[in-house]
């Protein structure tokens, strides 16, 4: 009967080390405390630029709203931050020639966009500000229109996630300046059974799969290229082992048979106590 115990024991014993997570495997930024106590300069450059496939949404300005008829028939009248009368159109999306749908232009293979009354633009490879001032010196050759004002904001910057996190999903990005903190906690965090040492992050750079991978549990994880994620990232958080092992047939038939035999032990406890008394 003791040595019944005993293997009862390490049964149980072992169920329950395949659970545990040791907290230095969670915990984020370790030595942060005695790395960062003067301020550190941000050295990485987050500002995401326009790739092929992307979709912009492009808007006009300028002081004479007559001229910016040939853009669009949505203009809005309203005034500069200095008091100066000014008026906005947003590029037709519905006009011929362009690669456009109802929701912005789409950046071709090779780099550019179409838009109405002005022609081929190239704006990949850059930001959305460069992209603006490029398209704005292409108004002022081809339209003669000397003041134009231009935004170009990015309409479908996704990062998807997947592993162990709480809830795997497409992130859509709300700014241009995002990190890879932001879109896992927009996930619900990683899972506790998440390796937190290794987040890898898969990007594409000039035509190439990159992968770079971090560890969030150390303080140097700021550093990495990856820290600032851009559209079209795809976050992956590998499972530790335990979780491996949970998600296994072996697993399962483990926890069943222990559990299984603790019943047994329990009834034959019982049965046991009743004879000798």
């Known amino acids: 009967m003791k040595k019944f115990y005993s293997l009862l024991s390490v049964l149980t014993l072992a169920v329950l080390m395949c659970s545990c997570v040791s907290t230095k495997k969670i915990v984020y930024f370790q030595g942060a405390d005695s790395l960062y106590t003067q301020a550190q300069q ?6 995401m630029k326009l790739k092929p496939a992307d979709q912009i949404l492009v808007k006009v300005t300028c002081s004479e709203p007559d001229l910016l008829s040939v ?3 949505d203009v809005v009248m309203g005034t500069s931050g200095g008091g100066r009368a000014t008026s906005s159109s947003y590029l037709s999306s519905g006009a011929s020639g362009g690669m456009s749908n109802a929701y912005g232009y789409t950046i071709t293979n090779d780099g550019y966009v179409v838009l109405p009354s002005i022609g081929k633009v190239h704006v990949a490879g850059l930001t959305t500000v460069d992209a603006a001032k490029t398209i704005e010196e292409k108004i002022k050759e081809v339209n003669h229109i000397s003041d134009p004002g231009v935004t ?6 996704r990062v ?7 809830s795997p999903r497409v992130v859509s990005l709300t ?9 896992l906690s927009q996930c619900g965090d990683i899972a506790d059974t998440g390796l937190r040492q290794k987040i890898k992050l898969f990007r594409e750079v000039e035509g190439q799969r990159m992968m770079y991978e971090m560890d969030l549990t150390k303080s140097d994880v700021f550093e990495s290229p990856g820290y600032y994620v851009q559209q079209n990232d795809l976050i992956y958080v590998e499972p530790n082992k335990s979780q491996s092992i949970k998600s296994s047939a072996f697993y399962t038939f483990w926890t069943a048979g222990a559990t299984i035999i603790s019943t047994l032990a329990t009834v034959t ?9």
């Open 152 to 157: 170009v904001n990015l309409l479908n910057a």
């Open 71 to 73: 853009f669009a028939q």
């Open 175 to 183: 700014s241009e300046r995002n990190t890879v903190l932001d879109v």
């Open 160 to 166: 998807a996630v997947l592993g162990a996190v709480k």
């Open 269 to 277: 406890s019982m049965i046991f106590l009743i004879k000798n008394n």
């Open 42 to 47: 941000v050295l990485q450059q987050y500002e």
